[in-house]
């Protein structure tokens, strides 16, 4: 089950489960499977050019520029990136749109 030490990535764990259901590379649930939440960037307008050359890292690939990217207000839009890795598969990068709500 995918998982993390810290107690607040549970909750993290299993919106990831809910959102995918199943892994993407195994098409299989997430024994053995882990995660890293690596970059995140607000999702407003005022913060339009960052939230552009946030997408345009993540695109070309340049995982560098896009951990760079550590932006986070609880109470705005934010887009994160995390990886998942599936045991003996390889990774997969996830890039969601995670709205700020009461």
């Known amino acids: 089950m995918i998982d993390n030490v810290a107690e607040g990535s549970k909750i993290r ?16 649930g997430f024994a053995d499977h882990q995660y890293s939440q690596f970059a995140m960037t607000i999702n407003a307008e005022e913060n339009a050019e960052s939230y552009y050359a946030f997408l345009k890292a993540a695109d070309n690939r340049e995982w560098q520029e896009l951990c760079s990217f550590q932006e986070f207000q609880g109470d705005r839009d934010a887009i994160i990136a995390t990886a998942l890795r599936c045991p003996g598969k390889g990774l997969a990068f996830i890039l969601e749109d995670d709205p700020w709500a009461l």
């Open 13 to 28: 764990a299993k919106r990831l489960r809910k959102l995918l259901q199943s892994c993407p590379i195994c098409q299989s």
